[in-house]
């Protein structure tokens, strides 16, 4: 049903055409090849032996006079059909010993697949090499050596893929259910590991083919009078002096039937879902899916900045390429200023676009998003992107006065290095410190946010530390500089309540010791009110309050979507014989500010007024986009 | 920043919360699992050698018929088969036979080569270091190109820019990655001594004559490999610690060399073990075109030849230098990211 649509879609792609096309082709040849040029092949021309090309002869005749290309087309069916059979009988195989250590369990199934993790090392052209020892050298040796090359590694495959459904529920269930285990592998494992195992059949088909033509090459496969591309190939090869299109051609069809059946593998890889990674035909779809986002102008009103803050920003946008090739705004024109030693939180609902603004202000936003702003100001320096690009001095300012705290701490420190070097990084890259300079600081900012025996931690890996202690030190790496504004993206969300405690103290305390200012994003109304002395709330990319804290919690809340968040935050007197308040599903909360007094309208913008939140005015000032992420 | 501080919860090792109590155990027992994995690794290389030793004795009495007889001919009259039998040593008890191929084994006795008629462990001194040489260079330079061009190609292409050099770069290696070694070689030959006399295509003369072979040898698996380093770079790119990294505003060879590069090396190295593997097995097909003088053109010969304890001797040699590969793969894991080695414990 969905499968065999999803194949009729990837057929439909200009892939899944050739792809078509080709195994249409090889069929052909396998099926009718002999029938048709069998006997033209096998005759010998001996007025023309090892010849160039020639009307007759098109790529030229082997030693004994033949025609290179009917020979290489008749080839076709012996080099695919014992690929094709050596992969049967190779698949088969490593299917059954991949799913024999759950049938057997226990002791012996341990020693399977301890087996087959050594067979694994091992090439299969080397195994193959080594089997045909045993076999002898003839077409049907080769086929099976090959065969019995790749049982470890399909194997492997079919194991790893078993054990990731055996843990299952569905699995236990028919253990409780008292079914056999070999009947449960056969109905529950095997169908749900299917797929991805005929994607690599054919993708194995592929590199039988050209295993065995290896082995013909070097003599160990099909022997004469029979011939295969392998050895037309190595007959060619002796005679390349003479005619190269002897070597070439064979060689070329092997390169197209491999071609052939990796096409065959990516086609089914999309139909059937288990794409492999940077699927091709997966990048054709999203492709005609994307077009080129038109950035929209600016909107024109705006409103002179605040001098005295921190970072201030009028009507950013941040927008997405949509469907159909016309922008989509995630962020709606949002203006506000973050005022020297202010704490203010952003809050809203997942997707109102607050992680956004707040990435866009770190100028972190990358392609395909894009950042656009009538004017933008951080401490005294304007991001406004000129014709000239990006100023380098404008790094230095954001390394040097902006901190960054991210919502995962065990993801936003880098796994693979030092987590003091990563404290230190920013006191070489900006401070013109020295590296033993930046150390001692960096050990100095550890003990800050009190990161017992800081020196010896300096050298340890992030996963050597609590995530407690990964985010101080996320927090002691902004620190390195003498930071004007710390911008937090829900930086307790992942952690315990106990350390959510202690980081947002620490925020509180950098704030108040230093006065540097914080921007603190959460979905978390709560820890807001309770941290901040500003509160923004976002809905659907809009800003809709700018509020103090105090207000705030004194219940002047003035949007109806700030008040639904508000009475969602269950405290002590909440009685407990009622459901808990939620937003409800389906409200626009911005046409419902829309019907209210004007006097909402001014924290609530429509899709045409700008926000408004800081009642400053004066001229417009020159519309551009602010600090688009440069392409690194 | 000092002072009294209002912190009232302990994070000391040993007493983080539940959720995160993985990490600080292992930081914990830090020594002890390494430990544990070397010792693993180890019992794991033994067993494996064991495993090659003895697939290469059965190698011999797995074959179908006398072997004796299928080593001296079928027209062999039979005291010439009882003799090859004898040196072959074939005559005694099994156990007998495979205890002395251990032995053998220890003390560089492996016997005559029937066809040779030199002892096996000469042919095997005297050929090896041309395939290794052949072998190491292709490998280092697979890896290093791979990775180089890899990363270049995710930064380009990340987060779905550039989609025409994505096309363009995806098409290109999946067509390379196809060309087996020896269609690569007998290319190379056509172009380099056919159509234009650059470089030398047979032998191993100079510096010049090691070009053809080792780009042979080298260009499949590096074009496969690119697309593993391509595809582990955007995986890498998309982190959260790159994002750190760009906050703080990094030049890109910093945030590229220093930051994405070591992630990157360790799952591209994890992946490529056994491509790199396949590059050995590769070698004698490579040989036996430029006609190389290593062990690859000996190793079709000695089994056309019925060679019997030549084919061993060879056998164990490739399996060895597989097995090295790995070991040298799970070694520089070890040293890039010390995680492995806890994730496996």
């Known amino acids: 049903m969905t499968t065999s649509r999803r194949l009729i879609a990837s057929l439909r792609t200009p892939l899944g055409m050739l792809a078509l096309l080709a195994c249409a082709a090889l069929l052909f040849l396998v099926v009718l090849g002999p029938v048709i040029w069998g006997t033209s092949a096998a005759a010998t021309d001996t007025s023309k032996i090892a010849t160039g090309a020639s009307p007759e002869h098109p790529f030229g005749t082997d030693g004994s006079g033949r025609d290179i290309l009917l020979r290489t087309l008749v080839a076709a069916r012996l080099s695919v059909t014992m690929a094709l059979a050596a992969t049967a009988v190779g698949v088969s195989v490593g299917i059954v010993v991949g799913l024999l250590p759950f049938i057997l369990g226990g002791r012996f199934g341990q020693w399977i697949v301890a087996g087959i993790n050594i067979g694994v090392a091992f090439p299969g052209l080397l195994l193959a090499i080594s089997f045909s020892v045993i076999l002898g050298q003839s077409g049907l040796a080769a086929t099976l050596a090959i065969a019995i090359a790749m049982v470890p590694s399909y194997g492997r495959l079919t194991h790893n893929l078993g054990a990731s459904v055996w843990g299952r529920d569905f699995i236990s269930a028919a253990h409780v259910l008292g079914v056999p285990v070999w009947k449960t592998v056969l109905r529950h494992v095997l169908p749900n590991v299917r797929d991805p195992l005929i994607v690599n059949a054919a993708v194995t088909s592929g590199n039988a083919l050209v295993s065995f033509a290896g082995l013909s090459f070097l003599g160990l496969g099909i022997q004469v009078p029979h011939y295969d591309w392998g050895r037309m190939l190595s007959e060619g090869m002796s005679r390349i002096f003479v005619n190269p299109a002897a070597a070439l051609v064979p060689g070329i069809a092997i390169i197209l039937a491999g071609l052939t059946f990796v096409l065959l593998g990516e086609v089914l890889g999309a139909a059937l879902g288990t794409g492999t990674r940077g699927s091709v035909i997966a990048k054709f779809r999203r492709r005609q899916k994307a077009r080129e986002a038109v950035l929209e102008s600016p909107a024109s009103s705006t409103l002179s900045l605040s001098e005295d803050a921190v970072y201030s920003v009028r009507n950013l946008r941040v927008s997405a390429s949509g469907h159909h090739g016309e922008p989509n705004d995630l962020v709606k024109g949002v203006s506000f200023d973050i005022g020297r030693g202010e704490i203010v939180g952003i809050v809203g609902e997942s997707g109102s676009g607050k992680s956004l603004t707040l990435m866009s202000l770190a100028g972190l936003i990358e392609s395909p998003l894009y950042v656009s702003a009538d004017s933008a100001h951080f401490d005294g320096q304007d991001l406004t992107i000129r014709a000239d690009g990006h100023p380098a001095r404008l790094d230095r300012h954001f390394g040097e006065k902006l901190a960054m705290v991210f919502q995962d701490p065990m993801a936003s420190l880098n796994p693979a290095l030092h987590v003091g070097g990563q404290v230190a990084e920013t006191g070489l890259l900006h401070l013109g410190l020295s590296r033993a300079q930046a150390r001692d600081r960096a050990i100095e900012r550890l003990e800050d946010v009190r990161i017992p025996d800081a020196r010896r931690r300096y050298g340890q890996y992030p996963h050597e530390f609590s995530g407690g202690m990964r985010q101080r030190a996320m927090i002691a790496a902004g620190l390195m500089g003498s930071p004007s504004l710390i911008l937090a993206d829900e930086p307790t969300t992942a952690l315990d309540v106990t350390v959510q405690a202690e980081i947002l103290t620490l925020l509180r305390q950098i704030n108040a010791d230093v006065g540097t200012s914080i921007v603190f994003v959460s979905h978390d109304i709560a820890v807001v009110t309770s941290l901040c002395t500003r509160v923004l709330v976002m809905y659907r990319g809009h800003l809709v309050e700018n509020i103090s804290a105090e207000a705030l919690r004194a219940g002047h809340a003035e949007h109806p979507y700030t008040r639904a968040l508000l009475a969602t935050v269950p405290t002590m007197s909440t009685p407990r014989d009622v459901p808990l308040p939620s937003i409800p599903d389906g409200t626009d909360f911005l046409a419902e500010a829309d019907q209210q007094e004007p006097s909402d309208a001014e924290c609530a913008p429509g899709p045409e007024v700008s926000s408004t939140t800081n009642s400053v005015s004066g001229t417009p000032a020159a519309s551009a986009p602010i600090f688009e992420e440069e392409s690194r | ?345």
């Open chain 2, 1 to 345: 920043m000092t002072g009294q501080s209002p912190l009232t919860v302990q994070t000391a090792p040993g007493q983080a919360p539940p959720g995160h109590a993985a990490p600080t155990q292992a930081s914990a027992l830090v020594g002890h699992p390494m430990t544990m994995y070397l010792l693993r690794r180890f019992g794991y290389i033994l067993i494996s050698l064991f495993v090659l030793v003895t697939i290469s004795f059965l190698l011999v009495q797995l074959i179908p018929g006398d072997p004796a007889r299928a080593s001296a001919g079928e027209a062999a009259p039979p005291e010439a088969v009882e003799a090859r039998r004898v040196e072959l040593g074939l005559n005694k008890p099994l156990i007998i036979q495979y205890l002395a191929f251990w032995r053998g084994l220890f003390s560089g006795d492996l016997g005559d080569s029937i066809s040779l008629r030199i002892p096996v462990i000469d042919v095997i001194t005297g050929r090896a270091p041309a395939t290794l040489e052949l072998a190491f260079i292709a490998v280092a330079i697979a890896l290093v190109v791979a990775v180089c061009l890899g990363l270049m190609f995710g930064a380009l292409t990340r987060s779905g820019k550039r989609h025409g050099t994505e096309i363009g770069f995806t098409s290109v290696t999946a067509v390379v990655a196809v060309i087996p070694e020896f269609l690569a070689g007998i290319i190379l030959v056509y172009l380099f001594a056919v159509s234009f006399d650059l470089l030398p295509v047979a032998g191993r003369t100079g510096p010049a004559s090691y070009v053809l072979p080792v780009i042979a040898l080298a260009i499949g698996p590096t074009a496969a490999l690119t697309r593993i380093v391509r595809a582990e770079s955007l995986t890498v790119l998309r982190q959260d610690y790159i994002r750190t990294a760009r906050s703080k505003r990094m030049s890109s060879i910093r945030l590229y060399g220093k930051h994405v590069l070591p992630n990157l090396l360790t799952s591209t190295l994890t992946i490529s073990g056994l491509l790199l593997g396949g590059m050995i097995a590769g070698t004698v097909l490579v040989e036996s075109i430029f006609a190389w003088p290593g062990l690859g053109g000996v190793i079709v010969d000695s089994i056309q030849g019925k060679d019997y304890p030549l084919i061993q001797a060879i056998v164990i040699f490739y399996g060895l230098v597989v097995l090295l590969i790995n070991l040298v793969v799970d070694i520089a894991l070890i040293l890039l990211d010390p995680r492995t080695t806890l994730d496996a414990a």
